[in-house]
């Protein structure tokens, strides 16, 4: 055993217990006569004294000169000290240099300036180090767990769907192509014709996973690998599945500030907990708080980043933009029977960041068959799929919840690349 | 809404409140004066019971007429009968048929003869209504649970990876290519090396996603897409990560065998709880085994599938193999000390089927790099790797365990594709 104690462990053993910690070296700092080596695992730190005449002087030597970062096992006694972090410290009596740190980073674990993010993630996983990145992916964990609880208490099936498709979902754009054995194949921009098929076996189901998008543009809040939430719901409708969405945001953000306090504070950041009902504007009210705001745009234009920005501007926080233009939406995304050239469509905004995108679905082939045809879209490409509509597909609607943005909301961050371990987009494929 | 009630809340609910199910209709059946239609949800099943005289006589054509498999909505009243399964009945006042089907599966829901599976995984959602199906899928989530629940609790950070990456983990073979932008990259076939890496920031990690295999041949345990589920801890060995393997394996199985009992009941499956220590052969051991059955091998040959299955038939039930021959391993794997022509790896099978593979692994630069040239690689390609262990990479040990493989164990099944919802293999990439 390398370890008999974590370091978050050390605050409920006895003075005087002898423990073995293990770790990397975060600093090492000399005052006078007393050698103080901070040691981090996965779970803490914990602070290590080494006093001249308390322990050998061979043994202070060699505590001091252990580069930061190598990592070490420190068997020791335990002594309480109010003065150190954790109110613990470990009085060392033997320490192994299990691997000597060769180089350093060109940045502090413990804040301060940081260099160019590309010269971080070159050596991402000692960039992880980061007290504050560490944080984040802390709360990037924990999201996880309150999700997948969430959703499960919502008597939801957690599904996998296959990332490797025939098919392009909504066209042919921004698709990454694979050789699959002798025959073009693409990785799955999304696993939303899968999870509507599985309403029909599962009623309810949600999926945690991969999608890929080749996104040509590079910005601070797209990837072209990225964590996508995906819930779908048989007998449903958008209403239903909006009201699902605003009580996860609420759940797990309650939940989060809860559990992980001190987390949020390594970030000096207190995420926002909406209150329900989240707002709703309709895509035309947008137009009009636009157009206020002194910005023409017709019926059936998207909203672009400037117009988004101005409406994040205006309304703050959590609000969902509800009833888009059928035709800026999907072919899979129900119209609506009054007046189809709405639809049963809605986003989850925050300020300017879209979150989560989602509707209400087509259940019937032929309207479904119809909707390809006007998008341009071969039915026959998709008859693997029309297929089981033929065996009483009932009525559904789901969203997609981009994951890595829910948590650069719930971090306060502002580029996507600092809440994913290894981002990739155009310029970047390793490490 | 389109149901107040899922079929599973009907027997809380007390006689003669008025409820509004919804559900596809699994069966209709004629007795005499009465129909007996069954709906099941994503929760389970209810009797709708139709009585010449207790309900009108259009309703009961109504009902009468609608095909299995179609999506409806009825409105009724609870009755407690203790014949009806679940032991309450709806008695019906309306019926919304919302989605008929047009077509009906060449098997029957509930059990008896099933077709060739291609036949099932071509309406494969349809397939998945079968009353087994679901109760794979159910033993699936809730393995997913356990899973992350026992890591968590054992205080890994889970972590999601790339999977489009720009050098194989382990050579060439086997991979998928990705046009990524205007280059070559490829498909994930395993977290390995960031896993690996990701021990010095976060110690232990554990990942639950997809890998690609690009397999050649077409056997009933091989997927070219799959689910894998990774763990990596720093300051640990072989031995560690065996025993929280061990430990997770009693513990998952114990945990689904009190939570669903009602799963493995309709599988007609008791998986095996195994006692610890689970048995350890090192692979010496079984080359004298097999030696015993009549089957000579050196020692640094392959134990081949027909070795396995001589192996898992003298063993049976859960088992190690240790101790590799270093040559038949990956070059991250750590060579004994004593011995460096033996590993510090280990094979969970269950009978002839292999689980999961792990091991120590080497945490010096120096020599990762001689053995990627060991095995043919080149170092460079690994740069982007190899970088990181110039600041105190720990030494550290993990596995990679097949989820897909581990829920064939669970749920009793022989064909992988069972436990998958759109398998990917050689042949099949649709639906």
Known sequence: MLRTHRTSELGRVREGRRVKVAGWVSSVRDQG?????????????????????????????????????SSVVIVGTVRIDQRAPGGVEVIPSSVQLVSRAKKQPPFSVYGGNLPALDRRLDIRAVDLRRVKAGAIFRVRHATLRALRDFFTSRGLTEVQTPKIIATATEGGAELFPVLYFDREAFL????????????????????????????????????????????????????????????????????????????????????????KPIQRFTYEQCLSMLREAGVEKDFGEDLETDDLRELGRMIGGYYFITDWPTKLKPFYIKPKARRPEVSESFDLMHGDLELSSGGSRIHRRSVLTRRLKEKGLKPRDFEYHLRVFDYGMPPHAGFGLGLDRFVMVLTGQDNIREVVAYPRDMRRLTP
Do not use: N
């Open 33 to 69: 006569s007393i050698t103080f080596l901070m040691l981090r695992d996965g779970w803490g730190e914990v602070q290590v004294t080494a006093k001249k005449g308390e322990v050998p002087d061979e043994l202070l030597e060699r505590l001091h000169a252990i580069p930061p970062h």
């Open 188 to 275: 799955a921009q999304s696993p939303q014709l899968y999870k509507e098929q599985l309403t029909m076996a599962f009623d309810g189901v949600f999926e945690i996973g991969p999608i890929f998008r080749a996104e040509p543009s590079r910005t601070l809040r797209h990837l072209s690998e990225a964590i996508s939430v995906d819930v779908e719901m048989a007998f449903a409708d958008y209403r239903d599945v909006m009201r699902l969405l605003e009580d996860m945001v609420v759940r797990v953000t309650k939940r989060l500030t809860s559990e992980i306090p001190e987390e949020f504070a390594a970030l000096e950041h207190s995420p926002e907990v909406p209150s």
